[in-house]
């Protein structure tokens, strides 16, 4: 029998079991962090250890961590590679900040506003070429084959992303294709290149995949909408962020999908910038919970963490199985 979300009711779900459960091979993966951020351009690794030392779980690479003691794996190659998943997850996001103007990122401003846009694109490059060393280091053809088409799915999802920014029709597949890239892609590489290291066939890789990218998604979900129901202490970034840039997430197709004429006109003159203040972020509040397109977006995220809980069903019962479900929980009820 598969286990199920909320199996640890009356509890809070916590990313602690994991985070214990891979301290030991977590620290050699800071250590190799740290050593690959060093250049003799002073400026790099004050710029990457800004974002990098900024309170993040690093659960990107937990999760390699983690697949790999599921499988019984006791090397160390998979140190290199966690590494160099953290080093794309940090590359991305130094380039997200940039595309989108954010000022905040994990409650800190972003290293944009703090060395300007120039300098986060090129270190944002230099830690994806890090990545690659690492990956090639990590000596798996296999691996490098995943995380570099992990790489490029990002950037294509980025490019979607912007491409689609201040489009009222946008739909859910086309949202869904864009999470499903940008977000779950890494997620699913970091997950799947614990089942090659650990020598597995492609029933397992495929399994863990399954599992990374279906969390991935089940991520993104609760991040979008916590947009629209959490401040921006909770959140780590300005609350209403993504409703000022005109990001058509799912809580905003929801209710426009959902919504009269008037409603519909407001959110055509929200998204194409015309009316995206304080007032109109909270009018945009008050319209996707009423139309219970935050609900009914925590409601997908749990159907697809319920759907990453399935993929492990066919591993025994052990502590890193567990932790990797309730890691799904932690993720999921982030929105509550």
């Given at each position: 029998m598969s286990a199920t979300l909320h199996r640890l009711a009356g509890t809070s779900p916590s990313l602690d079991p994991m985070i214990d459960l891979v301290a030991e091979d977590m620290a050699a993966v800071n250590r190799v962090i740290v050593d690959r951020m060093r250049s003799e351009i002073p400026l790099i690794p004050e710029l990457a250890g800004h974002l990098i030392a900024g309170g993040g779980k690093r659960l990107r690479p937990m999760l390699t961590l983690a697949g790999a003691r599921l499988l019984g794996y006791g090397g160390t190659r998979h140190h290199l590679l966690a590494a160099a998943v953290e080093f794309i997850h940090t590359a991305t996001l130094l380039h997200d900040d940039v595309v989108d103007g954010s000022d905040l990122r994990r409650g800190k401003r972003t290293a944009n506003i703090i060395w300007g846009n120039p300098a986060s694109v090129l270190v944002g490059d230099f830690l994806f070429s890090r990545s690659f060393e690492l990956m090639v280091e990590g000596g798996s053809l296999r691996a490098l084959e995943i995380l570099s088409n992990a790489s490029a799915v990002i950037a294509e999802g980025e490019v979607n992303q912007l491409t689609a920014v201040r489009r009222i029709d946008l739909g859910e597949e086309r949202y869904l294709d864009i999470i499903g890239a940008?977000?779950?892609?890494?997620?699913?590489?970091?997950?799947?290149?614990?089942?090659?290291?650990?020598d597995r066939g492609e029933a397992e890789e495929l399994a863990l995949d399954s599992y990374g990218r279906n969390l991935g998604i089940a991520f993104q979900l609760v991040d979008d909408a916590i947009d629209y129901t959490s401040d921006s202490g909770t959140m780590g970034k300005d609350a209403g962020d993504d409703f000022r840039e005109g990001k058509m997430t799912l809580p905003v197709i929801l209710a426009y999908a959902r919504g009269g004429e008037d409603e519909r006109a407001f959110w055509r003159d929200a998204v194409s910038g015309r009316r995206a203040g304080d007032e109109e972020f909270a009018q945009a509040v008050a319209l996707v919970r009423q139309?219970?397109?935050?609900?009914?977006?925590?409601?997908?995220?749990?159907?697809?963490?319920?759907?990453?809980?399935?993929?492990?069903?066919?591993?025994?019962?052990?502590?890193?199985?567990?932790?990797?479900?309730?890691?799904?929980?932690?993720?999921?009820?982030?929105?509550?």
């Open positions: 940008k977000t779950a892609a890494l997620f699913a590489a970091a997950c799947r290149i614990a089942a090659v290291v650990a139309s219970r397109a935050v609900d009914d977006t925590f409601a997908r995220a749990r159907h697809y963490g319920q759907l990453a809980i399935d993929s492990l069903a066919a591993f025994p019962g052990s502590a890193a199985k567990d932790s990797m479900i309730e890691a799904v929980e932690f993720a999921v009820a982030r929105a509550y």
